[in-house]
């Protein structure tokens, strides 16, 4: 069966829809994205890597200048791809311009008396150099005299190393300013799920499938990200209280914590001088995540609207530009306050009408079918669900309060994917009966069921190419129709997978030098327990100390009952003993070197049995990202 990449009649008929429900008439948003343009990004928006190869590439998205909405595309997300190729260098007001749309991020550039504030530089080193010499060639070369992240997540300060120079950094040079538990929070986040969540969000951004009419649109939230080297200086300054202010370079800056929102270690500021709000990612031209598909921890609806709120209260009547890492500005007193409340208010409503249902008796799913936002806050263009969606964002709400079980005892202990897929065709009359069922049912742009009812079929015949064939036309659909970046970006990605099989692409490597040399020692051992195979582990008694001799650092390290365990003091009677340097000890955590080798050459020591070292790596195992997402894990296996 040949794939069906047009549009059907349905989708057709949906997109069409859309047009003629939406204000497309309001061009407000087109006419701020233009505002305070200086420069577009060189080269054609190609940023290349040490090795000549481009980790950003816009270019890949000029199919959607200045053209109309194709059968293909969601006319509401094409919409805001638009808006997100306005890119290049930005004057927001005088003494704060954006590299806007060099990477998920925006890069902000603040200038104080003496030199330029950098916030939020981009998740690669390349891109935030990029954006930065850009902004000199047109600014002046302005020393780096603060860095402000103003949360944990990679995208935000990951390029600190092409903006930032770690010597000048450990000299009082340069100030790293971050909200409290941010590096905690930033390296767990990268490293403790980080390979399930590197090969989601390659679903989640698109990255494994072309950007086109019928392929990616971006994400909603920014165009893509970029795959150039991600690092992290550690903070020097950390924001620890609700009015904590701090004078940087002649400026002042209000902070305002805003932990477990958008980010776990996330805070907000206002410039009073130049009477400008940054919101972080609390505030933006899209409704947000509280749940990313990626995968993270659900974020409180009510503690986020409650953030947006008090910033409100606290600056509402003072801001006349508010400024973001994503996205353009909003320019007005009038225009900000708008955004504020509506803002507030989407995620409020969210909160409360998910917890009505649920206290009706309505189940995940079901509510997520239910609620619907006003036509004040869904018809309002920056609540519209390009990154999160109304859908994913109920369920959230609904697992952040009760959990994965809704209360149904037949959904308490259901078979795993694989066996009960197996029952489901067997029941169904078998494989043929299915697929031709499944053929009347696509015919008639009943895409949803095709997909739920065809995921059974490939999980109990993972080989069955009809079938896998058929559940991937109905994904394309749905992703022709989904207004949601992240969404399309799943459809199609699931869908290309289904027909092509998993196919290996070059990935940004969140367990980077700095992100491993960021980790504390407890940190870095709690990782190496995710690592241990609990059976193979069985049975083994394995007792080891490490001593840093740089950091002063002692550590005792214990494998009993498949489970790894430490504490911050040596052992008498270890099976061995270990000495080093923090460096030399990053250096066999990052797979630079062995044991062996750092002591045949002198920079390690070994006390004891070196055999009880194999013998615990032995019980360690490797993460591959490039696990199968839409057929059974053991059928690649």
């Not at 000549?52 to 053209?67: C, R």
């Not at 897929?421 to 949803?448: L, N, P, S, T, W």
Request: glycine fraction near 8%.
């Amino acid at each position: 069966m040949a794939a069906q990449d047009e549009a059907t009649e349905t989708t057709k008929a949906a997109n069409q829809k859309v047009l003629e429900t939406l204000p497309f008439s309001d061009k407000q948003d087109f006419k701020d994205t233009d505002k305070g343009f200086i420069a577009p990004i060189p080269n054609d928006g190609v940023i290349k890597g040490k090795d000549g190869k481009p980790v950003w590439d816009l270019s890949q998205f000029s199919f959607a200048i200045d053209s109309e909405a194709p059968a293909t595309a969601n006319p509401s997300l094409w919409r805001q791809l638009q808006l997100l190729l306005k890119t290049g260098l930005y004057e927001v007001t005088p003494r704060i311009y954006q590299v806007r749309n060099n990477d998920l991020t925006n890069i902000s550039f603040i200038e104080g008396d003496t030199g330029i504030i950098v916030v939020d530089p981009n998740i690669s080193a390349e891109t935030a150099k990029a954006g930065l010499e850009l902004y000199r060639e047109h600014r002046g070369d302005k020393p780096v005299v603060a860095v402000i992240y103003t949360h944990s997540h990679i995208d935000h300060f990951g390029g600190v190393r092409g903006v930032a120079d770690g010597d000048a950094v450990k000299a009082g040079k340069i100030k790293i300013i971050a909200p409290e538990g941010f590096t905690e929070e930033a390296v767990s986040e990268n490293v403790f799920a980080g390979n399930t969540m590197t090969r989601r969000a390659g679903y989640m951004y698109g990255n494994l499938i072309d950007k086109g009419p019928k392929g990616g649109l971006g994400t909603g939230l920014g165009l893509s990200t970029s795959t150039g080297t991600p690092t992290l200086i550690e903070p020097t300054d950390i924001i620890n209280d609700e009015n904590h202010t701090l004078k940087i370079d002649g400026l002042t800056f209000e902070f305002m914590m805003a932990p477990g929102s958008e980010a776990p270690a996330e805070m907000l500021f206002y410039i009073p001088e130049l009477k400008a709000l940054c919101p972080a990612e609390d505030v933006n031209h899209t409704m947000h995540n509280l749940y990313t598909l990626r995968g993270a921890k659900v974020r409180d609806a009510r503690a986020w609207s409650g953030y947006i709120d008090a910033a409100l209260q606290r600056w509402g009547d003072k801001a006349e530009v508010l400024f973001a890492p994503h996205h353009w500005p909003t320019w007005g007193q009038d225009k900000i306050v708008e955004q504020f409340k509506k803002q507030r208010d989407l995620y409020k409503y969210i909160n409360d009408q998910t917890l009505r249902l649920a206290n009706q008796g309505y189940n995940m799913v079901e509510a997520a079918e239910m609620v619907e936002l006003p036509p004040e806050l869904g018809e309002y263009w920056p609540n519209r669900g390009y990154y999160g969606s109304l859908n994913h964002n109920v369920k959230a709400v609904w697992n952040f309060y009760l959990g994965w079980f809704d209360g149904n005892p037949a959904r308490l202990h259901p078979l795993p994917p694989t066996d009960a897929g197996k029952k489901f065709v067997d029941y169904m009359g078998g494989a043929d009966a299915i697929i031709q069922k499944a053929k009347k049912d696509y015919d008639a742009g009943e895409y949803r069921w095709v997909a739920q009812v065809l995921d059974k079929l490939v999980m109990a015949q993972p080989d069955n190419q009809k079938a896998k064939d058929l559940m991937a036309d109905a994904l394309t659909q749905l992703g022709y129709q989904a207004e949601n970046g992240q969404w399309r970006n799943f459809y199609l990605t699931g869908a290309k997978e289904l027909r092509n099989g998993v196919k290996e692409l070059p990935v940004t490597n969140t367990s980077s030098p700095d992100i491993v040399g960021s980790m504390t020692i407890p940190m870095y051992l709690d990782f190496v327990a995710i690592h241990v195979d609990g059976m193979k582990a069985a049975g083994k008694k394995i007792s080891m100390n490490f001593s840093l001799t740089d950091t002063k650092e002692d550590y005792s390290v214990t494998l009993e009952n498949g489970v790894l365990n430490y504490h911050k003091k040596l052992l008498d009677d270890a099976d061995l003993t270990i000495k080093t340097t923090r460096e030399d000890f990053n250096e066999v955590l990052l797979g630079k070197t062995t044991l062996k080798d750092m002591v045949g050459s002198g920079e390690a020591t070994l006390d004891g049995d070196s055999a009880k070292f194999d013998e615990f790596r032995s019980v360690l195992v490797e993460f591959d990202p490039w696990w199968p997402v839409v057929t059974p894990k053991k059928a690649a296996m």
